[in-house]
């Protein structure tokens, strides 16, 4: 489709020549990928480092025996205890048991925060109504639902995934509102001129104006998820229920040990980075990138 | 691919109707009971099917406003506002493209909710796009795009909507002179292909002259029509033809009396 089929007959030729010119000088160069190399160099090397320096400063800590050894022990003995669970094949049941009920309980309260979000953001009366009632529920610790949960369900999962989506379904509704609340007017109004009326309308211009702020809710609602679910696995113990990393931090409490106790702390750190990172972020900004709200320029 | 360049089927009845959008005493006021703003007050006025009409009037006349009234975004406190043809499309003066699209996926946006099938979308929106010169465009995303090319993507859109009148908000008020003058050049060049009523608002007076046939003179608090032009310059005019100058000339002058009456007041 050469642009020559576009002339017609009274139309002067250097039109559509000057034009190209001038689209050539105003858009410039477009967008330099950064190497791979250089990537590395700034982004990857300085958290490596980081840890490195805290593992260090660890193991000092416990050649200058700060503490007596069943107190502090050192990384080796961390590390120990990972192989241990390793050799009987546990480390990734522990860990799966655990994401798994985190990843349902999320999609779960995705499901709920989502419509329950954007009610608050487009019906003045909800939000009147429930508005503030959600944002207070963030601030409530999920620990505090807990005994509520146990009460009403009893020791199961349901009492576990009750207090994950009491921890997250605010935080995403609040991430929709958010994001609703930040969309230009013009995206709205030039919706309705181009004929956007109801679920038309929020399907193709609220929902995608609003994704920015939707997944920095969704990025905070998989923290709270993840949280929430610590705090349930800790107290919510049963045999039925399996060994979550909740759970296993609560038995190596009871044999009063504090390598095992660590590790678990460091295993749940590591999930919640691994998903943000591998997960949350790319996706965030893939969406920021492409709508130009991100430059590559380091 | 051939571009059709012949007019896009329209589904309403201007040509019966004689008139693309017909104004009848239209006012419009601002604010509560007891503290109300005047902005339009009893404005009549007729454009014609195919019809190129500028609005031409000092910053805070309501040209912004009769627009939105016109394209039923408000609503007029007296009066009414007639659009035979259907909705009417919308340029706005910054771009109002959206940004999670890329250029082609706007027009293609416009196209569905007008009800295009969907295998009819792509080849329409390419066609629309090479209409207003871009049609390498397609997959860029809208910040990957000049100034000049958004506008023209934009323009492009609203044509998508295959409306008979295009109401255009001073479209072209942020682009460099350089531009600006293509841009001119390029609208004229669609206008005539299409056959589109076109009702354009601006605040510089060479290019209401540029482009119209009919230049209307809005004053300002309230705005009221103060004056207008029939322009009978032939197509294509350059915005530095003598008779494009004279006439900006005289515009000009009466816009200055305009703008001191108030002065006076
Ligand atoms: N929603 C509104 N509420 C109250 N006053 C308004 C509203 N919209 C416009 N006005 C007032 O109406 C007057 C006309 O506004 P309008 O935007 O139509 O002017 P304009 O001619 O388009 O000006 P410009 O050339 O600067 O775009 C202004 O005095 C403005 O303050
Ligand atoms: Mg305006």
């Given at each position: 489709m050469g642009s020559s089929e576009t002339t017609t007959k009274d139309e002067q030729p250097d039109l559509a020549g000057l034009e190209a010119g001038l689209d050539a000088l105003e858009s410039g160069g477009g967008d330099e990928r950064p190497n791979a190399g250089r990537v590395l160099l700034t982004k990857v090397l300085p958290p490596l480092v980081a840890v490195a320096l805290v593992l260090l400063v660890w193991q000092l800590a416990y050649w200058a025996d700060l503490q007596k050894d069943y107190l502090l022990p050192s990384p080796g003995d961390v590390w120990a205890e990972y192989e241990e669970m390793w050799r009987e094949g546990t480390l990734f049941e522990f860990i799966w048991t655990s994401v798994s009920r985190g990843i349902l309980g999320f999609m779960i309260a995705v499901a709920i925060g989502t419509p329950l979000g954007l009610l608050v953001a487009r019906v003045k009366l909800v939000r009147a109504a429930i508005g503030p009632i959600l944002t207070g529920l963030q601030s409530?610790?999920?620990?505090?639902w807990v005994p509520a949960a146990i009460i009403w369900f009893g020791l199961n999962n349901s009492a576990i995934y009750a207090v994950v989506l009491l921890g997250a379904v605010p935080s995403i509704a609040n991430g929709i509102v958010a994001g609703v609340d930040q969309i230009p007017p013009l995206y709205l109004r030039a919706g309705r001129m181009l004929g956007a009326r109801g679920l038309t309308s929020v399907r193709h211009v609220l929902l995608p104006a609003a994704l920015p702020g939707y997944l920095a809710g969704l990025k905070q609602g998989w923290a709270f998820s993840w949280r929430s679910l610590m705090a349930a696995e800790l107290i919510v113990q049963?045999?039925?229920?399996g060994t979550g990393l909740g759970q296993l931090m609560e038995t190596y409490r009871t044999l009063q040990n504090m390598a095992g106790v660590l590790g678990t702390i460091i295993l749940i750190l590591i999930v919640g980075v691994a998903i943000d990172l591998l997960f949350f972020s790319p996706l965030e900004r893939r969406v920021l990138r492409s709508r130009g709200l991100l430059s590559r320029v380091s | 691919m051939a571009i059709a360049l012949d007019k896009p089927e329209r589904e309403g009845t201007t040509d019966t109707a004689g008139y693309a959008v017909r104004f009848d005493h239209v006012s419009k006021s601002f604010g509560r009971a007891g503290k109300q703003q005047l902005v339009l007050d009893d404005i009549s006025l007729d454009v014609a099917p195919g019809e190129f009409v500028t609005l031409l009037g000092a910053s805070g006349c309501g040209k912004s406003t009769l627009l939105n009234l016109t394209a039923g975004l408000d609503a007029a406190s007296a009066g009414t506002i007639s659009v035979p043809g259907g909705r009417p499309a919308l340029m706005f003066q910054?771009?109002?493209?959206?940004?999670?699209?890329?250029a082609g996926k706007n027009v293609e946006l416009a196209l569905r909710l007008r009800g295009v099938p969907k295998a009819q979308r792509r080849p329409e929106a390419e066609r629309l796009l090479s209409l207003v010169?871009?049609?390498?465009?397609?997959?860029?995303?809208?910040?990957?795009?000049s100034g000049g090319m958004r506008q023209r993507v934009a323009l492009a859109r609203a044509l998508a909507q295959a409306s008979q009148l295009l109401l255009m908000d001073e479209?072209?008020?942020?682009?460099?002179a350089i531009t600006r003058d293509v841009l001119h050049e390029e609208l004229t060049r669609i206008w005539t292909e299409t056959g589109v009523s076109v009702l354009f608002v601006t605040h510089n007076v060479r290019e209401a002259v540029r482009l119209a046939q009919r230049v209307i003179l809005l004053s300002s608090?309230?705005?009221?029509?103060?004056h207008e032009w029939r322009v009978d310059i032939?197509?294509?005019?350059?915005?530095?033809?003598a008779a494009v100058s004279a006439l900006s000339v005289e515009i000009t002058e009466r816009l200055r009396e305009e703008i001191r009456r108030h002065g006076q007041q």
């Open positions: 409530l610790p999920s620990i505090a049963s045999p039925s229920l | 910054e771009h109002a493209l959206f940004p999670w699209l890329t010169r871009l049609q390498g465009s397609y997959d860029k995303r809208v910040h990957e795009l479209p072209f008020a942020a682009l460099d608090r309230p705005g009221r029509i103060a032939e197509q294509p005019r350059r915005i530095e033809d």
